[in-house]
């Protein structure tokens, strides 16, 4: 029988599927460097494979401070494009931990798109302004680029397999904000629609797990790159597990001075 959430369908897998509470953590990476021309071979095609720059590396220190304080991941998972992995680097090396790389968490292939610059695209696609103004769809316009329901399928079925794979606490995949549209749209059941939002670089979009249920808790945190004292080095919290409920058993008494 598919599973489904809401009414969604989503893969089968090979699994058991786990009814234990956890979290998924799907974290985008840091900035890229916009002009840089480094590439990549993909099972899809050559794509646009670009390094942090120097303020992506920050963010991914910053991202790091906040991870170390986190419940460790029973999974950890990466994209293979260099600003993913380069993103979870600092983390790896902290924690002494090494990312599994998943070929189906790189970003939509964008075809003839792949090096191309936003301005370039304007030109060859003058529908393009007003349909960015609509907030419509404009990634189907891409020469030879990767049809959406196909995007989506590979990156719901990677999660789903990863999931079912690490049954025994949560889980952690860096990657893009494709991705993350991709597998929370599916979620939502929103439709025809390729980026509902816009993840900032680092930010943490947060699903929870219960069986084949998914609900989606948290999107686009990115609080450690706006609230960085929170995660200072010098704050110590213990690790927050969270609990089957957070509602307490009993109302609490009522404030009864005026």
């Given at each position: 029988m598919a599973r489904t959430h809401g009414?969604?369908?989503l893969p089968g897998s090979r699994h058991a599927v786990s009814d234990r509470e956890r979290r998924l953590y799907l974290i985008r990476h840091g900035r890229a460097h916009s002009r840089a021309s480094d590439e990549a071979m993909t099972s899809r095609g050559v794509v646009a494979d670009p390094p942090l720059d120097?303020?992506?590396r920050q963010q991914a220190e910053i991202l790091t401070r906040r991870l170390l304080k986190m419940v460790p991941p029973a999974g950890l998972y990466v994209s293979p494009l260099r600003r993913a992995r380069e993103t979870v680097a600092p983390f790896e090396a902290a924690a002494g931990r090494t990312a599994t790389v998943?070929?189906?968490?790189?970003?939509?292939?964008g075809g003839a798109w792949e090096f191309k610059e936003f301005e370039q695209l304007l030109v060859e696609h003058p529908e393009m302004p007003g349909r960015v103004l609509r907030q419509d769809p404009v990634l189907f316009l891409a020469?030879?680029?990767e049809r959406q329901d196909a995007f989506q399928s590979r990156v719901v079925g990677a999660i789903e397999e990863i999931l079912a794979s690490d049954t025994d606490g949560d889980v952690w995949a860096v990657c893009h904000g494709g991705v993350i549209n991709a597998y929370v749209g599916r979620i939502l059941g929103i439709r025809e629609q390729e980026m509902f939002f816009l993840p900032p670089n680092t930010s943490i979009n947060t699903i929870r797990v219960r069986g084949a249920d998914r609900d989606v808790w948290f999107l686009a945190d990115d609080t450690h790159l706006t609230q960085p004292d929170l995660f200072a080095d010098d704050v110590h919290r213990p690790a927050y597990t969270p609990a089957q409920s957070?509602?307490?058993d009993t109302p609490p008494e009522p404030d009864t001075k005026e």
């Amino acid at each position: 029988m598919a599973r489904t959430h809401g009414g969604v369908p989503l893969p089968g897998s090979r699994h058991a599927v786990s009814d234990r509470e956890r979290r998924l953590y799907l974290i985008r990476h840091g900035r890229a460097h916009s002009r840089a021309s480094d590439e990549a071979m993909t099972s899809r095609g050559v794509v646009a494979d670009p390094p942090l720059d120097e303020t992506g590396r920050q963010q991914a220190e910053i991202l790091t401070r906040r991870l170390l304080k986190m419940v460790p991941p029973a999974g950890l998972y990466v994209s293979p494009l260099r600003r993913a992995r380069e993103t979870v680097a600092p983390f790896e090396a902290a924690a002494g931990r090494t990312a599994t790389v998943v070929d189906d968490l790189t970003e939509w292939y964008g075809g003839a798109w792949e090096f191309k610059e936003f301005e370039q695209l304007l030109v060859e696609h003058p529908e393009m302004p007003g349909r960015v103004l609509r907030q419509d769809p404009v990634l189907f316009l891409a020469p030879g680029g990767e049809r959406q329901d196909a995007f989506q399928s590979r990156v719901v079925g990677a999660i789903e397999e990863i999931l079912a794979s690490d049954t025994d606490g949560d889980v952690w995949a860096v990657c893009h904000g494709g991705v993350i549209n991709a597998y929370v749209g599916r979620i939502l059941g929103i439709r025809e629609q390729e980026m509902f939002f816009l993840p900032p670089n680092t930010s943490i979009n947060t699903i929870r797990v219960r069986g084949a249920d998914r609900d989606v808790w948290f999107l686009a945190d990115d609080t450690h790159l706006t609230q960085p004292d929170l995660f200072a080095d010098d704050v110590h919290r213990p690790a927050y597990t969270p609990a089957q409920s957070d509602t307490p058993d009993t109302p609490p008494e009522p404030d009864t001075k005026e």
